[in-house]
Each structure stands twice: as C-alpha cells, then as structure tokens.
C-alpha cells in the first residue's frame, strides 16, 4: 500500500485483505486508547462486565476498588472465559478445560496438573506463576473506561489533547449510567465508517431528517475542532443560530423540504442542559470511538471491525443518575433519532455500502478529500473534509507510511 497524499486516497485500502491484517496487528494492538463501557456497569466487587476490541474478546472487572480488563481468552486452548456479557465472579474458570486464574489475570489452577495415579499431567518444569491471561493498560476517565494493549502509552489526556479532552468531559460533566444498547451491522470497510463520522459536509445533505427539521445545517454557526496528531476531531453546531437559512434553497438539495411534520414533536426538543446553546456535538477518537450528542440524545459509539468488508457499530446511550424526569423522557425519546434504525443515522448504513461495493472495481482509482483545501486543521467552517484528512495522517503514522 502506498497513500501519496492525504486528500487522495486510494480505493484499495477498504478492500485488501492484507491491509486490514496489518491494522489488526499494528494498530488496534498498538498505542491507541479503546473505549470499553462505563464503569457504572461495575457496581459492586467481582463485577464483570464483556466486551470487544476490533473483534477480540475483553472482559473487564473490578477487584478491590482496581479496574482491570483482560483478553477473554484462555492460555491453554484459546477458549473463552466469561460467556455472559455481565456477572460477578471470585475468580475466571474456563469452561473448556478447569484451568482458573485469580482476578489479577494469575493462573491458579490446572485440573489434573499432576495426572491421575501418577501418569498424564503437566511436565514437571511447567509453572504457574509464570502463566497470566493477557492485560491490558486500563484507565478510567470521568466515569468510562478505556484500555490500550500498549503498556506504555501516554495517559489518556496527553494522547488525545487538551480540546479533544475538553470536548469529552463537556458531555460527560457527571457519572454515566447506562440507559441502553443497540448494534448495527454495515457492510463496508471500518474506515469509511469512521470516515463519515469525520465529515461534517455530508450530514446536511445526505440526513433530510437534519435539515428538514433544522436540527443540523451547514448555514447555522459552529466549527472543527482537530487535535495535533490529526486523528481526533470535535464537529460542532448551535441549532438556533441559523447565519442564511436561504443558501439551502439557492442550492436546491433534495434535503431541504418544508412541508414535513412529525405528529409527535418531542424528539425535536432540545434543552440546552450544557449552558452552551450546542446542540449537535460529534467527536471522535482515533481510531474505533464516537461521543455524540445530538440534542440530548448522549451516546459512545463502539466501532468494531468484523473484517474487510463489514463493521459493526454499537451504540450505547447513556445519561446520569441525577437526570430530571425532563432530561430523562429527552433522551429516551431521542434515541430514536440515532441507531440501526433512526431517522437520522440510516442513510450512513447505506452509503457505506454503495462506497464498499465500487471500492471492488476502483484499481488504482483514488478516493478526492479536497474540500476545505489540503490541510488538516481547525476550522469555523464544517464545509471542510479536514479532519478525515486528519485521521489519514494518524493513520499513516501508525503503520509507518510514508506521505509524499
């Protein structure tokens, strides 16, 4: 693979297989930080709780006040661990076999180590305490937890910078408690997901749902926001300062409709619960992690490759235990607005598919990432593709490409 520009990328890289090998190894594996669920979710000692990084299985618990995430994965035979995606536990015991490890990841215990009647067993030279389930770094930031298979990898704050991190604990001002999930499969490549959750151009063209009922417009004042190493981004927008409510007609997009209604007007309520009149907020990490906020709709997004060609994406909304009744019917109701099926996320679904299905027949074809110039900066205009340039450039850092 050899990406010569960041505004010109090649198809290829969404379709061969021995790219997303390398990805698997060199950067999901790598000094990256990866989002894992809330720590609400542990509420008492020996809590358990499973989960998944670009498809291999981790499992978090808590042992005396300690987080710690582990690769769900027996060392003897590969086998998993815990099978149920929540629990309480004294210790992991896989089912497979009987070997046990202490909550520390230790292996304790190996059934029939010695043999039966002095024959089969272990080699005499074999030692447990030499043996430990594979750890993670983990660190619990404002209440949701992350990990990196990298032991030495910059906290959290440093890895992502200061606005990154200011854009992260703007939504997160209290505990999260976790008010649901839903997953969605998309038959594309990971990148061209994540992609379109750095492109703040398409969302007021593709989404009607947006501009129809002014929940997002390209008019209304916002920004960019693009941290150093390129590969984290902030989009946001204020719903109620609309600056030319009229270049939308002069541009005659199939979006813009007046003539729509809902009968049920409450998922289109917005309270300004953060005091800063934004009401859509997207930010992503690089590289598998979306926070958004639209309206008072709160979610993570857990992207989770499942090969070269199709994505999982689950979403998990939450809010905060000292929610008003207000705050609550909000978001519950304006979960309907994201997700497998919302009135606003379908459409990404789709066109990740229809982008996968030509990325097939493009050799030696290049993807253009020209609008807003050539940089990946920060910008007052969202009619930029800066920050998926900017997730390129991370990208080629990380696997060692060379940017002509």
């Known amino acids: 693979m050899r990406i010569q520009s960041t505004s010109e990328i090649p198809y290829e890289v969404y379709v061969n297989p021995a790219i997303y090998d390398r990805e698997m190894e060199e950067l999901f594996q790598g000094p990256v930080w990866h989002f894992l669920g809330f720590e609400s979710a542990l509420t008492q000692e020996h809590n358990y709780f499973t989960t998944e990084i670009a498809g291999l299985p981790i499992v978090v618990v808590k042992d005396h006040g300690t987080i710690r995430a582990f690769v769900n994965r027996c060392i003897h035979r ?15 015991s896989c089912v497979y076999h009987g070997w046990t490890y202490d909550l520390t990841g230790q292996l304790t215990g190996v059934a029939f180590e010695r043999g039966i009647q002095g024959q089969g067993g272990m080699p005499e030279d074999f030692n447990k305490s030499e043996q430990h389930l594979r750890s993670l770094t983990v660190q619990n930031y404002h209440g949701v937890i992350f990990a990196s298979f990298d032991a030495q990898i910059p906290d959290f704050e440093t890895y992502v910078g200061p606005d990154i991190a200011a854009g992260i604990r703007r939504v997160l001002p209290r505990r999260p408690v976790l008010l649901g999930r839903t ?8 990148k061209i997901y994540v992609e379109n959750n750095r492109d703040s151009y398409h969302a007021s063209i593709l989404h009607s749902f947006f501009t129809t009922f002014k929940l997002n417009r390209l008019t209304q004042s916002g920004g960019i926001v693009i941290n150093a190493a390129g590969g984290s981004h902030i989009s946001f927008s204020k719903r109620k300062q609309e600056v030319d409510d009229a270049t939308y007609d002069a541009e005659q997009l199939r979006a813009n409709k007046d ?24 930010l992503t990490l690089f590289p598998l992690t979306v926070f958004h906020q639209i309206n008072n709709s709160l979610c993570v997004r857990q992207v989770i490759p499942r090969g070269v060609d199709q994505v999982e994406v689950v979403w998990w909304y939450y809010g905060f235990e000292d929610d008003s009744a207000e705050l609550q019917e909000a978001r519950l109701m304006q979960i309907n607005l994201v997700g497998p099926a919302g009135y606003i996320s379908m459409e990404d679904g789709a066109v990740g598919g229809f982008v996968q299905r030509n990325s097939s027949y493009a050799e030696g074809a290049v993807g253009l990432l020209k609008m807003g110039g050539y940089d990946h900066l920060s910008s007052p205009s969202r009619v930029t593709e800066a920050a998926i ?16």
């Open 78 to 92: 590969g086998s998993l661990l815990c099978i149920a995606q929540t629990g309480r536990i004294s210790e992991f």
């Open 389 to 404: 340039r900017g997730f390129w450039k991370q990208y080629c850092d990380h696997l060692g490409e060379t940017i002509v």
């Open 259 to 282: 003539d729509f209604g809902l009968k049920d007007p409450r998922a289109l309520r917005f309270i300004d619960e953060f005091g800063d009149q934004i009401s859509l907020q997207i």
């Open 183 to 190: 997953s969605q499969l998309i038959h594309s490549n990971w």
